[in-house]
């Protein structure tokens, strides 16, 4: 695996990958890896000749009171998982390499960035979908795989590509789980032993309130259920628990599309997002359709 910090190099080696021919697949991470992330590389691996991961712990989407500064980097660790798991190239560019002197351009995304995590994290949607356009220019990559863990920032960077034809299929890959449920994330580092297992009342309660709009229950009622569970269990706040299209992300008070179920719990230092998708009865054979192609 080639590791590279600068952008001409990079470009010579994606310019080499394109010679050989075959496909070029994109997994964009901020680090500190995890079976999450290693699932998209797996998948990436199935789809493409050539993966390339990049690491960037992006600072134009945390907001001035969030954890940049905190955020876990284990180099050397991710690095040998990549090594392992067959990655041809690391794209592992230093701020001044994302962002040199006198950078003045956003990608904003309007609507789908609106609510949700957008609403909670002003801001922050703009700092992802400009680091991944960026990414997207940098690479140039066939596909570029993302988990749905982070659903909405799965529906901001579809809607990116699509308006502005990158011709890039974006694949959304499944949540990866600990075995109480718990959505992998590199966040979890931030847990206590006794919140981890607190934390668990996050996915229960997306479980239990998803299968009761299934199954015809009030939609209104099983939020509230959902948010008062979670705070039984442990968490402190809720900064929401809403359904939405899965598509367009905007709240659905009838279930009559694929929806999604999508909540954010804070509980110790750590800020919890996790979501469920939710089909009607007659609709089930559409809950697998991970990619949108360009
Ligand atoms: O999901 C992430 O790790 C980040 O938001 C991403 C997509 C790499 C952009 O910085």
């Known amino acids: 695996m080639q590791t590279i910090r600068q952008l001409k190099p990079l470009r010579k080696a994606i310019a080499g990958f394109r010679a050989e ?31 390339v991961v990049s ?11 969030e954890d940049f500064g905190a955020y876990p980097r284990r180099t050397a660790k991710d690095t040998a998982m990549l090594n392992e798991a067959g990655v041809a190239l690391l794209w592992m560019p230093d701020a001044e390499a994302m962002y040199p002197a006198g950078h003045a351009t956003s990608v904003s995304v309007r609507e789908v960035s609106e609510g949700l995590d957008g609403a909670a994290r002003p801001g922050h949607f703009d700092g992802v979908a400009t680091v991944v356009a960026k990414l997207f220019n940098q690479v140039r990559p066939d596909i570029a795989l993302f988990g749905e863990k982070d659903f909405q920032q799965l529906a901001v960077i579809r809607r990116m590509a699509a308006d502005l034809d990158f011709g890039i299929e974006i694949v959304g890959v499944p949540t990866e789980r600990e075995e109480d449920g718990l ?112």
Do not use: W
């Not at 712990?57 to 001035?64: A, C, L, W």
């Open 183 to 294: 959505a992998l994330s590199s966040r979890n580092v931030y847990l206590t032993e006794a919140e981890r297992l607190q934390a668990r009342a996050l996915p229960r309660a997306l479980g239990t309130a998803a299968a009761a709009i299934e199954n015809g229950g009030d939609i209104a009622e099983a939020l509230t259920r959902a948010e008062a569970a979670m705070l039984e269990g442990g968490f402190e706040s809720v900064d929401y628990v809403a359904l939405c299209d899965a598509a367009t992300l905007q709240p659905v008070t009838s279930l009559e599309r694929p929806a999604r179920l999508l909540a954010a719990a804070r509980i110790g230092a750590a800020r919890l997002i996790d979501n469920v998708p939710v089909v009607p009865k007659n609709l089930s054979a559409m809950r697998v359709n991970h990619s949108s192609k360009p």
């Open 21 to 51: 021919g075959g496909r070029i697949a994109l997994v964009p991470t901020m680090g500190a890896l995890h079976a999450g992330h290693m699932a998209l590389v797996a998948e990436a691996r199935k789809r493409a000749e050539y993966v």
């Open 55 to 65: 690491i960037f712990v992006n600072p134009k989407q945390f907001g001035p009171n």
